[in-house]
């Protein structure tokens, strides 16, 4: 069975800290990475995808992955009350284009 | 910027009944998805597509069929809805190559089976 792991949460930081989020899963030949942010109520939007081993920054985002210990990560940083939501990871495991998401992580901003 | 709608956001509908969500995409990918998302289960693959009248079936595909007759449009059917199909449905298509395993949602469709 793949899988991929996300602790639940809710993680819930102060305004202005570093939120981090984790992800692992089960297959080591796995390809691609991805974080997608849902709002409640709405659908997965894209925040970045990640393919190598090491560090992806993108504005206030930035997306860690270790294939030897099989987890990806997502920091954001100075996070704002707006980046409240639930955040997915999603693994393609390399069986064409088909992606498994995790359960999320729920993200709460604290003024 | 990719664009992805579904027919409806909201869809109240009987028992029994045949339920057709349409979805249609822009950007001339090749692949769609449709999955459904519960509370405490997260989004599960019904069904996808690769090309034109292909089809594959994801971890859930009972009760559900789909159609693809055209390479913008993806159908999800419900032969005879249950009321366990109540759920939010999303459809999301992606496209061949570099980068090509993103996928982009559509806005989802809230359907309620009484």
């Known amino acids: 069975q793949k899988e991929v792991e996300q602790n639940s949460g809710p993680l819930s930081v102060p305004e202005g800290a570093i939120a981090s989020l984790n992800c692992t899963y089960s297959d080591r030949g796995s390809q691609s990475f991805f974080w997608y942010r849902q709002y409640s109520g709405k659908s997965p939007e894209l925040i970045m995808f990640i393919y190598s081993n090491g560090d992806k920054e993108d504005g206030r985002f930035t997306a860690q992955l270790n294939k030897a210990s099989q987890y990806v990560s997502l920091l954001i940083r100075d996070s704002q009350p707006s980046d409240s939501a639930t955040y997915l990871c999603a693994v393609n495991f390399n069986s064409g284009y088909a992606l498994n998401f995790g359960k999320g992580t729920s993200l709460l901003v604290t003024p | 910027d990719v664009k992805v709608t579904q027919s409806s956001r909201y869809l109240v509908k009987r028992t029994g009944e045949k339920v057709f969500l349409e979805c249609v995409q822009d950007m001339d990918h090749e692949n769609m998805f449709w999955y459904r998302q519960d509370p405490g289960l997260g989004l599960r693959l019904i069904y996808f597509?690769?090309?034109?009248?292909?089809?594959e079936k994801g971890d859930i595909p009972e009760g559900y069929s789909v159609s693809r007759e055209k390479k913008e449009r993806f159908s999800l059917i419900l032969e005879s809805a249950s009321t366990n199909q109540t759920s939010m449905y999303l459809c999301?298509?992606?496209?061949?190559?570099?980068?090509?395993?993103?996928?982009?949602f559509g806005p989802g469709t809230r359907l309620l089976v009484l």
């Open positions: 999301a298509s992606s496209f061949y190559g570099q980068g090509g395993e993103t996928q982009y």
């Open positions: 597509s690769y090309d034109v009248k292909m089809k």
